[in-house]
């Protein structure tokens, strides 16, 4: 009953006014600190922090961000969100998570290939790598998704299903491809209408959606990773703010969404309220399903003390991003804990997001529940 009434008075903290969060906002003052040094140091040019921990939300934002509403590139933070909406055809009945992936793509068969399940492509267990090989070449050709997905069917697996985990981006484009091919919806559409739609998610898109490449905050691009275009100097008609990214919306990093947007998306699982998918659904995405030997993974959320800050419980769940962005929930500690940024993950050794968080967790373990 308590995460019940939590989760609701943590959505209706999410709208709250600014002055009710900087009213409130006294214990993650630490956390905002840290921010503000780096946006001093020129370090970080834009960030936004947002906090909800039962009746109390805290959002402020920093730099060029200039509004808690913000909209950032999530980069792997995507990743939930669209398997939230794949999971949404788990619940209507039109697929089972043990389901070869080769009953929705026929030609994804030979080399181990038909030994893929729907739950190997969710949990990084199915041997697709994270990237294909010509990755930069695609991107170079603005090449639509339906060729990235095209490639992935016919690209080798790397090890056996089900034996290694190994983190796969070309995993989740394929799941994606076959929740477009179930329900005939393009992933982009797919994704605003059982997902964004139903938890009010109003600053939130994957690709463009009805907004312009203005309105979202743009990536530093110094220290991005290799295949996001960083240190080349001739991509910027395809690295993360280019026009063709931007609006491409692929399914491993192509959502754009404000702080509190993604504080309503985590609040729906720790609640398993239903709002999106049945809770016993949503309750199993957050749950580890992978054997013993590999690395905890529930369907597409990080799992475990390791999914959130020093101090977190084992029942915390979350993701991050290489675009510079961090999310967890703790529902140990009922706290949700969002920072997003435009400094790229692989840009600083200590990275601003992981210090604001930990000082988020060290904040709500004092505050207790």
Not at 227 to 256: C, F, I, K, M, Q
Request: overall charge positive; charged content about 20%.
């Amino acid at each position: 009953m308590r995460r019940r009434a939590f989760l609701g008075t943590a959505l209706a903290a999410a709208g709250a006014s600014p002055l009710f969060a900087a009213i409130r906002g006294g214990r993650w003052d630490d956390a905002a600190a840290v921010l503000e040094s780096a946006v001093a140091a020129k370090q970080v040019a834009a960030a936004v922090l947002h906090v909800a921990q039962r009746d109390e939300s805290f959002t402020r934002p920093f730099g060029t961000a200039t509004t808690g509403d913000a909209m950032f590139l999530l980069g792997s933070i995507s990743k939930p969100i669209n398997v939230t909406a794949v999971m949404t055809l788990y619940d209507r009945g039109q697929f089972r998570l043990d389901d070869r992936v080769m009953k929705f793509l026929p030609a994804f068969r030979g080399d181990g290939r038909d030994d893929v399940t729907i739950r190997h492509l969710l949990t990084h267990t199915s041997g697709l790598p994270d990237q294909l090989p010509d990755n930069g070449d695609l991107r170079r050709r603005n090449a639509p998704l339906t060729e990235f997905a095209e490639r992935t069917v016919r690209t080798r697996l790397d090890f056996a299903p089900g034996s290694r985990y190994q983190y796969s981006s070309m995993g989740i484009l394929l799941a994606a491809r076959i929740a477009e091919l179930i329900s005939g919806t393009d992933i982009r559409v797919f994704v605003d209408r059982t997902v964004f739609q139903p938890l009010g998610m109003a600053h939130s898109a994957q690709g463009l959606g009805r907004f312009k490449l203005t309105d979202m905050v743009l990536c530093q691009m110094d220290g991005a990773a290799p295949e996001s275009g960083g240190g080349d100097p001739t991509a910027r008609e395809w690295d993360w703010n280019s026009p063709y990214w931007r609006a491409l919306g692929a399914p491993w990093g192509g959502v754009h969404a404000s702080a509190p947007d993604i504080a309503r998306f985590l609040a729906e699982f720790l609640g398993a309220r239903g709002k999106v998918l049945k809770p016993e659904t949503e309750r199993l995405m957050v749950r580890n399903q992978n054997p013993a030997g590999l690395k905890p993974r529930g369907l597409e959320f990080d799992v475990g003390k390791a999914a959130g800050s020093p101090g977190c419980s084992e029942q915390t769940f979350g993701h991050t991003g290489s675009t510079g962005t961090l999310c967890w929930a703790d529902p140990a500690a009922e706290t949700i804990c969002v920072v997003l940024t435009s400094l790229p993950r692989r840009a600083a050794q200590r990275h601003p997001r992981e210090v604001a968080a930990e000082r988020v967790a060290a904040a709500a373990g004092r505050g207790g529940p």
